[in-house]
């Protein structure tokens, strides 16, 4: 098993900026590059969506169209961390924010059903 954990999350206001961090740890992790990473988002009463992935590399990345622009991910190999910086940040972008892991070998992808380690999610509010 995988563990992940999210941290960063809080509340900001519209326009402001979040940096969230994701920490990969455990027994079976391996070689934590052998893992393409993403984020996704779940705001109340909705389902849980894709909002950026990173290849294992970290030479390639995946967006959303709503956060294109706004948002960037990016890793670190060496500390086995995943990071999300959230720019002009707006109202909608509230959600509890999860960083996932599909298993080794799977491609990046925006599908939350081929991920399958989870973390536990930071909270995110954008609020004035």
């Known amino acids: 098993q995988v563990q992940l954990v999210e941290s960063g999350g809080g509340l900001v206001q519209p326009g402001g900026s979040l940096r969230l961090s994701c920490a990969a740890s455990?027994?079976?992790?391996?070689?934590?590059?052998?893992?393409?990473m993403g984020w996704f988002r779940q705001a109340p009463g909705k389902e849980r969506e894709f909002v950026a992935a990173?290849?294992?590399?970290?030479?390639?990345?995946l967006y959303a169209d709503s956060v294109k622009g706004r948002f960037t991910i990016s890793r670190d190999n060496d500390k086995n961390m995943v990071y999300l910086q959230m720019n002009d940040l707006k109202p909608e972008d509230t959600a509890v924010y999860y960083c996932a892991a599909p298993p080794p070998g799977v491609v990046v992808t925006n599908k939350v059903y081929e991920y399958t380690n989870w973390g536990q999610g930071t909270q995110v509010t954008v609020s004035s």
């Open positions: 990173v290849t294992w590399s970290g030479g390639s990345t």
């Open positions: 455990g027994r079976t992790l391996g070689t934590f590059s052998s893992y393409n």
